[in-house]
């Protein structure tokens, strides 16, 4: 159990429909990644937060988007639905300290989106 | 935008058996580091490598970064199967996001 929470496991949705999914970080972690893992692409970097500010972002789709809240946790919002978004959505979550390197981040279990 | 390949793909092997998987780029990363995903969980960090030409070991897995930091190999010896699952290679450039290579799948059969 890496202390990263991910709700909901499962989504089963239509295309155009809109999505949330929510993510908590390990306690004392102030930053939170978002990922996509498909079969042909692998695991893609979406974005980045760090203690409620946008730090970073990667291939994220302008029909997406994100945000973390005061208490941290952090949600991924994807509209406009279509079958080429039917992935594994991590999160994970890092100290976040800056430093030479990246620092360990932490994967938690991942959310299933299936559109249909 | 970096790529980085993995080879190979998929590999079934069984148990007690070595083997080794390889992440190669044409870029060179300050650091490079290696997941396992098993089924149904996220990636779970194994090591990180920083220095050109280093090796770790964790037990039975020794992981070595090239000397001019471009490629990383992850050898695995006496294989078991609980070794099975994704091995994820990821480079960064300096405290940059992670780019992560597509995986090795690993089976390893009793």
């Known amino acids: 159990d890496s202390g990263v929470t991910q709700t909901p496991k499962h989504l089963i949705t239509a295309t155009g429909q809109r999505v949330t999914l929510r993510c908590s970080p390990r306690s004392g972690d102030l930053s939170v990644y978002w990922y996509q893992q498909s079969l042909d692409q692998g695991l893609q970097f979406l974005i980045q937060y760090y203690n409620g500010e946008e730090r970073a972002k990667g291939n994220i789709l302008e029909r997406f988007s994100a945000q973390q809240f005061p208490d941290l946790h952090s949600e991924l919002n994807l509209s406009s639905l279509e079958l080429g978004d039917s992935a594994l959505y991590f999160c994970?979550?890092?100290?976040?300290?800056?430093?030479?390197?990246?620092?360990?981040?932490?994967f938690g279990p991942g959310t299933r989106l299936t559109v249909l | 935008t970096q790529l980085l390949k993995q080879s190979p793909q998929f590999l079934s092997i069984q148990e007690g058996e070595n083997l080794t998987v390889y992440c190669n780029s044409s870029?060179?990363?300050?650091?490079l580091q290696w997941y396992r995903q098993e089924p149904g969980e996220g990636p779970v960090l194994l090591v990180t490598v920083v220095t050109g030409g280093e090796v770790k070991k964790l037990k039975r897995l020794t992981f070595q970064f090239g000397d001019a930091r471009k490629d990383s190999s992850l050898h695995i010896t006496a294989a078991q199967p609980g070794d099975t699952g994704l091995y994820l290679c990821?480079?960064?450039?300096?405290?940059?996001?992670?780019?992560f290579g597509k995986g090795t799948m690993l089976l390893v059969s009793p």
């Open positions: 870029s060179v990363f300050s650091s």
């Open positions: 994970a979550s890092s100290v976040g300290l800056a430093g030479l390197y990246p620092d360990t981040q932490y």
């Open positions: 990821a480079g960064a450039e300096g405290y940059s996001t992670l780019t």
